[in-house]
């Protein structure tokens, strides 16, 4: 396998220079979006920075509890994103997503290392809590798995509870000729997963033709055979897939609970 | 079958319904009228279960309307609101909708007691493939009305059944509702504004 190549200071500055071109446009049409560009990307840069310095460490330690410290870190951060993007009330949604968010991400991540990636096999070593929680490959798979049940959950619980609300009709039309809670809020969650499985299922159909994925790009510009990539890549499109569907359920399953009162009505979600 | 005592409900200080009782026998029907904003929906919303009241009670079919029993009260009655479309592709799908409930599988639907059924309202059964935006809100209103008839609750809840009909269609409405229930023994309540649907109930609400 070839080395790594480096990315530069130099380089990495005359990449970031092309920013300067999405701030032009953004100024010129008076999009509002230029300040909140310019503190993002310098707010990456920094983050970027820093959990590097701290992976780093992690890294070179490598211990299972701390890795999986740092997962329930990530997963703190994803949870509070995620019911701020949406506008739910931190009361409802705090708690249901970060079960779902942690729950799914540590059993499909685990399922990956150990059932598909066969760490143990390929290491030729026992399993065991180092092995699958090592910072090598538990942090990455955990991040990614984290990062794609963000954007589905945000949209999808936005879709399912504006859509109760908006259309309160239909809801207490199905209750009221005697549908379950579960029946009455069918058709508003068949909604949301359309909404927000749309945009993976039209990413899917277009891999390696239109959409070359940033894991795989990644793996080839880091020196891997493109035959791996290929494999780690329809691997992770699964498991992300897969994963944003689990957590939707487990969330809105747990949210379904503190968002309706004892006669089915949908209670004031909206809100801090 | 349905019992309403002494009942009040407020939107946080405004009182929109202060000690109502209206008892209603199995077969009859009873009107709710009464000016806009006096509280007639809110108050067939509250016999659903929909609305929190402050004091009284509302018994259905013996049983009082509670957190724990809401949900056998509400398999005892067939529930229309005002104006609604459900984004069904067709009028069959959307009348077929709360037959797909568990609690209404035993019921039986067929385009032949859909048929008999919307000859009473005056609607053709070349309606059933239509979309339901393709129909005016009028024949929207009877096609739910006919659910209502062919889920073949003891209790039905109509808000305005006809606001949206003509006074020939109203009749329809009339003489369908006293078939429901004379022949069939449904019970109905319903909010309206028309004066010849007030003249079919055997009692009526003046609020």
Known sequence: MEQTLDISILGLIIGLL????PLYFFRKYKTGLVRSTIVATLRMIVQLVLIGLYLKYLFQYDLWYVNLLWGIIMCVVATVTCVQRTNIKRSILMVPVAVGFFTTALFISIYFLALVLRLHESMNINLSLNLLFSARYFIPIFGLLLGNMLGVNVLALTTYYEGIQRERQMYDYMLGNGATRAEATAPFLSAAIHKSFIPCIANMMVMG???LPGTMIGQILGGSDPNIAIKYQMMIV???????????????????RRSFDRYGRLIEVFGK | MLKISHLSLS?????VLHDISFHLQRGEIGGVRGESGCGKTSLL???MGFERFSQGTIEVDGV????????SIRQRIAYMPQELSLPSPTIWEMVRLPFSFK??????LTEELLRKEWEWLGLGAHLQGHSPYSVSVGQRQRIMLSVCGLLGKPLIVIDEPTSALDEES??????YLRMLSSERGTTILMVTHSHSLAETCDKVLQL
Do not use: Q
């Open chain 1, 209 to 211: 033709i239109v959409a």
């Open chain 2, 103 to 108: 609690a209404n599988r035993g019921k039986v």
């Open chain 2, 11 to 15: 939107y946080g200080s405004k009182e």
């Open chain 1, 238 to 256: 699964v498991i992300t897939f897969v994963a944003s569907i689990i957590s939707l359920m487990a969330t809105v399953s747990l949210a379904n």
């Open chain 2, 45 to 47: 919303r509250a016999v």
């Open chain 2, 170 to 175: 109203t009749r329809l409405v009339a003489r």
């Open chain 2, 64 to 71: 009082s309307l509670t957190a724990d029993t809401i949900d």
């Open chain 1, 18 to 21: 092309l920013m300067a071109i």
